[in-house]
Structure formats: C-alpha cells, structure tokens
C-alpha cells in the first residue's frame, strides 16, 4: 500500500506530511487525504515511488 511506504519514508526523513505532499503532488493536503482513504491514480503513485526512491 502506497500510505505505507509514505508514512514509512516521512518517519526515516524528518519530513513533515504537509512538505511531502507539495514536493511530490503540490498538494499539501496528500498525506492527509491518504490518511483518510484517498487512493492515488497511477501516475500520482508513481511520481511518489519515484521521489521516495530517489531520496534512498
């Protein structure tokens, strides 16, 4: 699950939720809205992937 991943990288980086989603989607609320069930389209998970990859 794509939330996993995400909550997972913000707790290794120090990254806030608010910072990640508007460096990966411009969206600060992306986090949020994961949080609460929001499923990302296709291209959305694999620009987040891509970002939490090349951070690693």
């Known amino acids: 699950m794509i939330l996993r991943q995400v909550e997972r990288y913000l707790r290794s980086s120090g990254m ?6 508007r460096t990966v989607a411009r969206d ?18 694999a620009r987040i992937t891509a970002f939490i990859g090349d951070q690693q």
Not at 16 to 21: D, E, P, Q, V, W
Not at 28 to 45: F, I, M, T
């Open 28 to 45: 600060p609320r992306l986090v949020h809205d994961l949080r609460r069930g929001r499923e990302p389209g296709a291209r959305l998970r």
């Open 16 to 21: 806030s939720a608010t910072r990640f989603g």
